[in-house]
């Protein structure tokens, strides 16, 4: 194992850091005769490796983290890439990498190693230029549990973050909203245009108390403040920070999930009884960059500077992203059981490949990564689930870093087929049993029609969908039947099973016959 030592630039921050607080480890394993790279920063890895000798259908990387609470990643490859870099990772956490080769659906043993990331280390300012703009939403817990004195402290808080931004309609705009109960607009973005009119409203804002309903908050930040009535700009980041002390009364992960989608960078302040995984669940990744605790309302400062600095990143490098472009014209088409095709129109400037990510919707926890050959400008998606709606983000990358995601819905198909082995048996003058082996997916329940092969009515029976046989009564004897069996699922019928059965014929009926010699 050989390990070099040098200084870079931390991709995940854009900063530039001393040599001693942020490096790469660059080193390589010869397993079976491949060789294994690894570049390693506080929260992204990229893997490289020697392509495959065999003929193989692509790669898998896998990042399993050692520690309790890290998400689990899982990124495809196709056969000509043999570099990918996993994002999104935790910092100073060991995961297990584990590289596959790939045929059809078949995966080669792994080569494996363990490697831990990189801590993070802020060391130098952030400094917002003139011509930058954003959205800021200050939501802030106003609840009884935080108390008339503490709420003085929260004030003095606000008023260290609003100080951070060059404020005006231009520029950056803030917008304050007080939530408990229910809650409410202290101030909307358009409503200051200078800093000492935001810091005057922050310092007199009234403390409303009432119960902690984090949920009904975001979504009222959602549907009542980012509009542009109220002055939201189009194409401009926005950003809202949450300051809470307690759990919250009400459901939140649905409103924050639909909060981040509608494109807002969530960071979550919790003071003294906020509940941490909640907080977590609630603001963007990394939550090493989006979530901060502190013991108590007069703890502020130890987060001030470093929380500001993160905002401001992320503000600098959303509006790199926006400058860079965006692919236009994002549709999912050939939609099966088990994937569908992503298509775009291509990203202005010199792409040197689109990024996908795609996870059912809602699951983010099952996210998966991939990249296009070089700037080519559609995929398939394989290996989804049946009947699931996928979101799917794609984002061009230039030499200078990442664009604007954009993102879009595709929906597979549900598995529908035919059952099998259609028979018929005990056959009477006039009724026969059918039975058959089930069809594959989700069925409903099966249609059995039936009528005379010699031509007549056409009548069907309907059979619950756990079971595979049946009984044709009232038919006529001596009559040969066409059976039709389809098994019906949510998305309609499948495909019918064709067969044939014949009653037995009648008894000869004596009937006595009278008549009067003549």
Not at 23 to 39: G, H, S
Not at 281 to 309: C, G, M, R
Not at 323 to 351: C, H, I, M, N, Y
Not at 409 to 426: A, N, Q, W, Y
Request: neutral net charge; aromatic residues 8%; hydrophobic residues 35%.
């Amino acid at each position: 194992l050989e390990i070099f030592w040098k200084s870079v630039r931390n991709s995940d921050l854009n900063l530039v850091v001393p040599p001693l607080q942020s490096f790469f480890f660059f080193f390589c394993m010869f397993v079976e005769r491949k060789q294994f790279f690894l570049e390693v920063a506080s929260k992204s890895i990229r893997v490289t490796w020697e392509a495959s000798i065999g003929e193989v259908s692509g790669y898998k990387v896998q990042m399993i983290p050692m520690m309790t609470g890290s998400k689990r990643q899982e990124l495809y490859v196709g056969p000509g890439q043999t570099s990918v870099v996993v994002r999104d990772l935790s910092p100073d956490t060991e995961y297990q990498i584990s590289l596959y080769a790939l045929k059809g659906l078949t995966p080669s043993d792994p080569v494996m190693v363990m490697q831990k990331t990189q801590p993070v280390k802020v060391s130098v300012e952030c400094s917002l230029g003139v011509d930058v703009q954003a959205e800021v939403v200050l939501l802030v817990d106003g609840s009884y549990s935080i108390g008339l004195a503490n709420f003085a402290k929260v004030r003095a808080f606000l008023e260290v973050l609003v100080n951070s931004f060059d404020i005006g309609p231009n520029k950056v705009q803030i917008s304050l909203v007080q939530y408990s109960r229910d809650p409410h607009t202290e101030f909307y973005l358009n409503t200051h245009h200078d800093l000492p009119a935001v810091v005057k409203a922050v310092r007199t804002f009234p403390y409303r108390g009432g119960s902690t309903n984090t949920g009904r908050a975001m979504t009222y930040v959602r549907d009542k403040i980012f509009l542009d009535v109220r002055g939201a700009r189009p194409n401009v980041p926005r950003v809202t920070i949450l300051i809470t002390d307690g759990k919250s009364s009400d459901a939140f992960q649905d409103p924050a999930t639909k909060l981040r989608n509608s494109d807002v960078e969530i960071f979550a302040v919790g003071v003294k009884d906020a509940v941490r995984s909640e907080l977590e669940a609630i603001a963007n990744t990394p939550v090493e960059t989006h979530v901060y605790t502190v013991e108590d309302f007069d703890a502020f400062e130890k987060i001030s500077k470093e929380l500001t600095q993160s905002i401001c990143l992320r503000i600098e490098q959303e509006l790199r992203k926006r400058k860079l472009g965006s692919v236009q014209d994002l549709k999912v088409s050939e939609e099966t059981t088990e994937s569908f095709r992503v298509s775009w129109q291509p990203a202005p400037g010199a792409v040197t490949r689109y990024r996908l990510t795609y996870e059912p919707v809602g699951d983010e926890r099952t996210r998966v990564e991939t990249a296009t050959v070089g700037a080519e400008t559609t995929i398939v998606l394989l290996g989804l689930l049946p009947k699931t709606t996928y979101r799917v983000t794609v984002s061009p990358e230039y030499s200078s870093g990442s664009g604007v995601p954009q993102q879009i819905d595709g929906t597979t198909k549900e598995v529908r087929g035919s059952p099998r082995d259609l028979r018929v048996f005990d056959e009477t003058t006039s009724s026969m049993k059918v039975s058959w082996e089930a069809a594959p997916g989700n069925v409903l329940q099966y249609r059995v029609a039936y009528r005379p092969s010699a031509g007549g009515t056409k009548k069907e029976l309907s059979v619950k969908g756990d079971n595979t046989a049946s009984v044709l009564k009232n038919l006529q004897p001596g009559t040969q039947y066409d059976i039709f069996l389809s098994a019906r699922y949510q998305s309609g019928l499948g495909d019918a099973l064709e067969g044939q059965g014949t009653t037995l014929e009648g008894n000869p009926v004596s009937v006595p016959l009278f008549w009067v010699p003549g």
